[in-house]
C-alpha cells in the first residue's frame, strides 16, 4: 500500500491489518542464539547505515533468533540485557511483526509468543517498504515497570533504551549485510489498537530488517 493512501486510511481511523500468511503459531522457541562470531567491531562501525530496499525473502528462524538475542536478549546470568536501561528497568518490549503474525519477544525464555494472529506489517509505518519487508520491529515503552522513574523522565529515558536496541539492530544488520532502518513516522494509535495495548505501553518507534533488495 502507498503511502498516501496509509495517510489517508489512518487518518480515518480505517488502517487495519492484512490476514496472516501461514500459520500463527501460539508460540515459537527460538533456536539457541549464536555465541561467538560475525564481524570485527570496527568493520561493522564502518558498515552501519540505513537502508531502504528489501527483498521480501523470510529471515530463517537462525537469524531471527540471533537478531533479536543481539537486539535485547539475556547476556548475563542475573537476567541483565545487551541493551541498557534506567535503573535497569527493562521497560522495552519488542513486538515483532511478521507475514504470519505478530509476536512479543519474552527475552528471559527467548520465544516468541503470538499477540495477533494476523499481518500487522503494513501498519508499523507510513513508508511503502515495510508491508513487503520480512520484518518489522516494533519499539514498546511499558511505563508500568518504571515505578523508579520520575515520571516526567519515563518517555525520554525509554526512548534512550529504545535507541539503544535499535542500534544493536542496525550493528547486528552491519554484521550479517542485513538491510535496516529505524523508523519513528508512524501511527502510534494504529499500532497500539493492533497489539491491543493497555494505557500504560506506548508504542516510541519501529524498525525494519531484511534482505537487501534491489534498488529499481
Ligand atoms: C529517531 C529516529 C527516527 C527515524 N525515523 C525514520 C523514519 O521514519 N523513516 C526513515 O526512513 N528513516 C528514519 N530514520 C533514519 C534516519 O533517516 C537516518 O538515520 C539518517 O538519515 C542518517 O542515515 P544513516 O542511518 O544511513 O546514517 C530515523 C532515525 C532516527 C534516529
Known sequence: MNTLSKLALGIMGRLRPSPAKGESAVSIVLPPFAKEGGKPLYEVLAKRCSSRV?????????????????????????????????INAQEIDIFVALPSGAYRYIAAIHELHLIAASDLRKLTGYQDFVDEAPLDLVYVADYARMSMVPAAMRESYASVAAGAIAQNVYLFAASNDLATVLRAWIDRSAIADALGLNHDQQVLLSQTIGYPGNAR
Open 54 to 86: 528489501f527483498a521480501p525473502t523470510a529471515l530463517p528462524l537462525s537469524l531471527l533468533s540471533d537478531l533479536l538475542w543481539a537486539a535485547d536478549g539475556v547476556n548475563r546470568p542475573d537476567g541483565g540485557r545487551t541493551a541498557p536501561s534506567a
